[in-house]
């Protein structure tokens, strides 16, 4: 199966479920447009699939595939750049929970920034470990573009 087949695939299983959702809060969306997300993803299929997903909510995204990219084009930014990450667990060189716990402890006045795992595990004891190392939200995979709406709402006020 090519990427780009499954990619359409899910776009056309997800678009009936955007459409509802942008129909019915459209003035609510208005919040999230132009905010700035860093998606920490390893996988480039999952990128993809969230790249496509979230474009949809009209926010600007940037991706990097570890955590320890992330901390550093986090670093980089201008205080204040990034809304939220959202960021996977699972990634090589740095995982979410130490990049978040990175970003956590740098002495800038966005580090408090919301910061959303994003993992297939969606245990109890996953969630509270993301909550421990300093995450305030946790999204299952694979990715439901209302719950990831409503979670954005609920952090970008």
Same mark, same amino acid.
């Given at each position: 199966?090519?990427?780009?087949?499954?990619?359409?695939?899910?776009?056309?299983?997800?678009?009936?479920?955007?459409?509802?959702?942008?129909?019915?809060?459209?003035?609510?969306d208005l919040a999230l447009r132009?905010?700035?997300? !860093?998606?920490?993803?390893? $996988?480039?299929?999952?990128?993809?699939?969230?790249? *496509?997903?979230?474009? &949809?909510?009209?926010? /600007? !995204?940037?991706?990097?595939? $570890?955590?320890?990219?992330?901390?550093?084009?986090? *670093?980089?930014?201008? &205080?204040?750049?990034? /809304?939220?990450?959202?960021?996977?667990?699972?990634?090589?060189?740095?995982?979410?929970? *130490?990049?978040?716990?990175?970003?956590?402890?740098?002495?800038?006045g966005d580090a408090d920034l919301?910061?959303?795992?994003?993992?297939?595990?969606?245990f109890s004891e996953d969630i509270?470990?993301?909550?421990?190392?300093?995450?305030?939200?946790?999204?299952?995979?694979?990715?439901?573009?209302?719950?990831?709406?409503?979670?954005?709402?609920?952090?970008?006020?």
């Open positions: 199966m090519f990427k780009s087949t499954l990619l359409d695939a899910l776009n056309a299983f997800a678009g009936a479920a955007v459409e509802e959702a942008a129909g019915s809060e459209k003035s609510a132009g905010k700035h997300i !860093l998606l920490a993803e390893d $996988n480039e299929l999952n990128w993809e699939v969230a790249r *496509e997903l979230l474009s &949809v909510l009209e926010m /600007d !995204l940037d991706w990097v595939e $570890n955590g320890r990219i992330c901390v550093a084009k986090f *670093e980089e930014s201008p &205080v204040g750049y990034y /809304d939220v990450i959202i960021m996977d667990v699972r990634m090589p060189v740095m995982d979410g929970y *130490e990049a978040t716990m990175a970003i956590r402890g740098l002495e800038r919301p910061i959303i795992a994003m993992t297939a595990d969606a509270q470990k993301c909550l421990e190392c300093g995450m305030n939200d946790h999204l299952a995979k694979p990715i439901d573009i209302q719950a990831v709406a409503c979670k954005l709402k609920k952090y970008l006020k």
